[in-house]
């Protein structure tokens, strides 16, 4: 089968190789898919750069790609909730992604069936996305009625993260170009702030929790709009201890990323708020609760552009470089 190889880490050069090797063997829990199209992220380039060595410490050469959409064509011989022809969905399991290959082998309890609604194209821009809003909001422990400042809400994640957060309970806020302001307010958004005009810093306090999607200084601007107690979940900024250990990875780097990390904890503790940071990881039952939220609003992914399988490296260039309004997808058929 056609596939793509990551061959060595180098932070300089993010492209992969197109290579034919034998299709995945299946254990007894496994199911083969046929993979139709792939979503892109940013990750598949962290990985290549060797940025995530840290979390998840890959043997090289290493089938790249993270996010799928395809088809069943063979089950393990104990999978007892997926058949042939199914056309399912996942975010790979961290120890077994391959997503940019024509097939891939998964454990089934990271699979969902996908929303017959959504095109392949579309669905491939869901698991990984919709998962980590998912788990982001399950470490808060967010309940219904409570508050949500989605920062850059009008990108990729927010078109996801706004109607996820409203279809659990919660006062969404978010900010982000004005031009885009109609359209998060339809999925679900109860108040936008313009980033030109307004400084959120400025007019929330007293919010619950915080989707940090920006990094960088946007962190502690976000903590000071916490109530006491607070909680921020940041897909951007640091790894820190409390993540090492909720990883379960060795005592070394738990050490190494507390350390790595105490500039946010120490933030954190200054406005008396919880820090967390997260790596999303597979989980198909989570998956099977977005695709009824999915199925129930009728939500449509933001697709920016479709490259076919050959062109897979102007898609992650694309991620790495490119201005994007929604998801980067490889058709593979």
């Known amino acids: 089968m056609k596939a793509t190889y990551v061959t060595k880490y180098n932070k300089n050069n993010i492209k992969v190789e197109l290579v034919n090797i034998d299709k995945p063997a299946i254990g007894e829990r496994d199911v083969l898919v046929r993979v139709r199209a792939a979503g892109v992220n940013p990750l598949d380039n962290m990985i ?42 996942a975010r790979l399991p961290l120890d077994r992604i391959g997503a940019f290959a024509e097939y891939v082998s998964v454990d ?25 809003i998912m788990q982001a909001l399950d470490l808060m422990k967010a309940k219904p009625g409570e508050t949500i400042f989605i920062s850059g809400g009008t990108g990729s994640v927010g078109a996801m993260a706004i109607p996820i957060a409203k279809a659990k309970g919660l006062e969404v806020i978010t900010n982000g170009s004005v031009e885009n302001k109609e359209r998060v307010i339809e999925l679900g958004a109860s108040r936008f702030i313009d980033y030109k005009t307004e400084d959120y810093t ?20 976000q903590m000071s709009i916490l109530k006491k107690g607070g909680k921020l979940v940041s897909l951007r900024a640091m790894p820190n201890g409390s993540f090492a250990k909720r990883m379960n990875l060795p005592k070394w780097k738990q050490i190494i990323l507390g350390i790595a990390g105490r500039k946010f904890d120490k933030l954190a503790e200054k406005y008396g708020v919880e820090y967390n940071f997260i790596f999303v990881e597979s989980n198909g039952r989570q998956l099977e609760e977005v695709a009824e939220i999915f199925e129930s609003l009728r939500i449509k992914p933001s697709v920016d552009t479709v490259y076919d399988f050959e062109d897979v490296n102007k898609a992650l260039d694309k991620v ?4 994007s309004r929604g998801k980067t997808i490889i058709k593979m058929v």
Do not use: Q
């Not at 998840?56 to 290493?62: M, Q």
């Not at 089934?108 to 980590?132: K, M």
């Not at 306090?205 to 946007?218: K, R």
């Not at 790495?320 to 201005?323: L, P, Q, T």
């Open 48 to 89: 290549s750069r060797g940025e995530v060595k840290m979390i998840v410490p890959y043997k090289l050469p290493l089938v790249a790609g993270n996010e799928f959409v395809g088809i069943v064509e063979e089950v393990g011989a104990r999978v007892s909730n997926f058949k042939v022809n199914d056309r399912v969905f």
């Open 108 to 132: 089934e309890n990271a699979l969902a069936i996908v929303p017959d609604y959504l095109s392949d194209i579309e669905a491939a821009a869901v698991p990984l996305t919709a998962l980590t």
């Open 202 to 221: 400025k007019t929330l306090s007293n919010i619950d929790h915080v989707l940090d999607t920006l990094g960088g200084n946007e962190t502690e601007k």
């Open 320 to 323: 790495a470089n490119g201005r």
